[in-house]
C-alpha cells in the first residue's frame, strides 16, 4: 500500500478524461481540457483543469476583470491545492485553497489504480444532481 | 551566490503581502491576513495560488457553475497559476503553463529571491493587482514537513 503513494510522487498531466455513468456510458465533458496534478513528497498537492480556447482579459489585473470575463475565466478553470493522502487506494485531497470557495476546507476521497505508467483517478458517485456518476481522470507522468 | 533548488523546494504558506507604487505608498492587495501556498515540487513543476480568507460559497456545488456575480467576486479574491520553475542567479523563474487568469499563460514569471531562514522574500518585476500597481513583495514561510 505504501508503493501505491510512492508510485505517486509526482507531476502528472491529465491525457484523458470522463464522465461514466452508472450503466458505463463514457462521455468527455469538455474536449480540448488540459490539466496539471502534482503530489509532493512531503505531503502536498495541486490539481489544475483548464479547457481550450480561454479568452484573455482586455486590462492588465487579473483580479480587475469585468463581469463577464471573470464569468468567463472562472467557468473554463479549475484549481485547488491542499494536502494529500493514501488508506489503501483511497487518496484523499484536503483542500486549503481553491478558486471554487466551497471546497475550502474540503475534503475530496478518490480512487487510484495503475495501468502501466498511467494512474487512474476516479471519484466517488456523485449524486446530488440526478443519476449517480463518477469522473474518472487518465494521468501520464508530466515529463 | 544563486540558491541551490534544494533551498526552495517544498512548501511555502504566504504569511504577508505588500505592494509599493512609485510614490512609496504601500498597500495589501488581498488585506492583512491573505491566504497562499507556494509548492515547488522536487520535479521542477510549481504551483502558487492565493487568496482573500473569509470568500463568500456559491449557492450551487458546481464549481464551473457560478452566477456572473459569484464568480466576479471569486476572482477578485483570489489568484492561481501552475507550470515549470528554475533558479536563474538571483531570481526564480515561473514557467506558466496554466492561470486562473488567462493572460498570464505562456509567460514567465521572474521573482527576485530573499531567503532568511525558514522565509523567503519574492520580489515582483511593476505589476497591478486589485486596482494597485507597483512592486510586490511577498513573504513566504517554509511549512514544516
Known amino acids: ?143 | 551566490m544563486p540558491a541551490k533548488p534544494e533551498q526552495l523546494i517544498g512548501s511555502w504558506r504566504l504569511k504577508k503581502w505588500i505592494l509599493t507604487d512609485g510614490n512609496g505608498r504601500v498597500t495589501e492587495p488581498m488585506g492583512p491576513n491573505p491566504w497562499g501556498l507556494i509548492i515547488y515540487a522536487a520535479d521542477g513543476y510549481m504551483s502558487a495560488m492565493l487568496a482573500m480568507p473569509d470568500r463568500t460559497p456559491f449557492a450551487g456545488n458546481d464549481p464551473l457553475g457560478g452566477s456572473p456575480e459569484e464568480a466576479h467576486r471569486a476572482m477578485s479574491s483570489c489568484h492561481a497559476y501552475v507550470g515549470r520553475w528554475r533558479i536563474d542567479g538571483e531570481s526564480v523563474v515561473h514557467s506558466v503553463e496554466m492561470a486562473l487568469w488567462p493572460n498570464m499563460v505562456g509567460t514567465e514569471q521572474v521573482r527576485h529571491y530573499h531567503l532568511d531562514g525558514n522565509r523567503v522574500i519574492l520580489k515582483t518585476p511593476p505589476m497591478t493587482r486589485k486596482g494597485a500597481s507597483g512592486i510586490a513583495e511577498l513573504t513566504w514561510e517554509r511549512v514544516a514537513g
Open chain 1, 1 to 143: 500500500m505504501i508503493d501505491l503513494a510512492k508510485k505517486l510522487v509526482g507531476t502528472w498531466r491529465l491525457a484523458d478524461w470522463a464522465r461514466v455513468d452508472a450503466d458505463g456510458k463514457r462521455t468527455p465533458p469538455l474536449p480540448g481540457t488540459i490539466g496539471l496534478i502534482c503530489y509532493t513528497a512531503d505531503g502536498f498537492m495541486f490539481a489544475t483543469l483548464m479547457g481550450p480556447n480561454r479568452k484573455r482579459f482586455a486590462g492588465f489585473d487579473p483580479m480587475g476583470g469585468s463581469a463577464e470575463e471573470t464569468h468567463h475565466a472562472m467557468s473554463t478553470a479549475m484549481s485547488y491545492c491542499g494536502r494529500w493522502r493514501m488508506e489503501g487506494n483511497r487518496l484523499f485531497h484536503n483542500v486549503e485553497l481553491s478558486m471554487f470557495p466551497n471546497w475550502v476546507g474540503a475534503e475530496m476521497t478518490r480512487t487510484v489504480r495503475f495501468d502501466g505508467d498511467r494512474a487512474v483517478v476516479t471519484t466517488l458517485p456523485i449524486t446530488d444532481s440526478g443519476p449517480p456518476f463518477t469522473f474518472e481522470l487518465v494521468l501520464k507522468p508530466a515529463g
